[in-house]
T-cell receptor, first 114, second 116 residues
Framework: DTAVSQTPKYLVTQMGNDKSIKCEQN?????MYWYKQDSKKFLKIMFS???????INETVPNRFSPKSPDKAHLNLHINSLELGDSAVYFC?????????????FGDGTRLSIL | AQKVTQAQTEISVVEKEDVTLDCVYE???????LFWYKQPPSGELVFLIR??????QNEISGRYSWNFQKSTSSFNFTITASQVVDSAVYFC?????????????FGTGTRLTIIP
């Protein structure tokens, strides 16, 4: 069983379009994240949600809007796509408890803007 | 602010050699957690280890070992008798304890190539 699953795996689209990436986790975790990995492999947090509530928003443009319908899902909607949005987007989840727990990552969504 | 530095951008070694990947971190917190993740060519991120700031014991898991030294703010990773399957990008990461506001700050990664 896949613990953290993202769809689609690849997304190729034109500049200016709107697109969504879906993420689901079946680990029972209460916190989910979105990270962006650029072409140089640098990984940076974008958002985190805890029990459907936005916790972290790391100065990401307003064109990016995360939505968490329940604690097992965290989707990412991107408006007016730009060339600089081309990257691999990773969803992750963890359980927040006494100690900081490892984050478990999905396989990533490779977004290419033409 | 927290920061992780992986000074080695790329390393190549011949199979069966030992290799150490360096990680140096900066944080103002006394409670923090360090991680290593592996990203093979297939692209997924695989969790390898977590260490908290109060536990400086070295850890060994098969061919992998980790050396945590608070005095030098380092958390180095050694692969013994390397194999081709170890070829990947390895990331060191840091998380401060922030009561629900935890986030991973990653280093820039070290690309390890094992030559058969």
């Amino acid at each position: 069983d896949t613990a953290v699953s993202q769809t689609p795996k690849y997304l190729v689209t034109q500049m200016g379009n709107d697109k969504s990436i879906k993420c689901e986790q079946n680990l029972g975790h209460d916190t989910m994240y979105w990270y962006k990995q650029d072409s140089k492999k640098f990984l940076k947090i974008m958002f985190s949600y805890n029990n459907k509530e936005l916790i972290i928003n790391e100065t990401v443009p307003n064109r990016f809007s995360p939505k968490s319908p329940d604690k097992a899902h965290l989707n990412l909607h991107i408006n007016s796509l730009e060339l600089g949005d081309s990257a691999v987007y990773f969803c992750a989840s963890s359980q927040v408890q006494g100690a900081v727990q490892p984050q478990h990552f999905g396989d990533g969504t490779r977004l290419s803007i033409l | 602010a927290q920061k992780v530095t992986q000074a080695q951008t790329e390393i190549s070694v011949v199979e069966k050699e030992d290799v150490t990947l360096d990680c140096v971190y900066e944080t103002r917190d006394t409670t923090y957690y360090l991680f290593w993740y592996k990203q093979p060519p297939s692209g997924e991120l695989v969790f390898l280890i977590r260490r908290n700031s109060f536990d400086e014991q070295n850890e060994i898991s098969g061919r992998y070992s980790w050396n945590f030294q608070k005095s030098t703010s380092s958390f180095n990773f050694t692969i013994t008798a390397s194999q081709v399957v170890d070829s990947a990008v390895y990331f060191c990461a840091l998380s401060e304890r922030n009561f629900g506001n935890e986030k991973l700050t990653f280093g820039t990664g070290t690309r390890l190539t094992i030559i058969p």
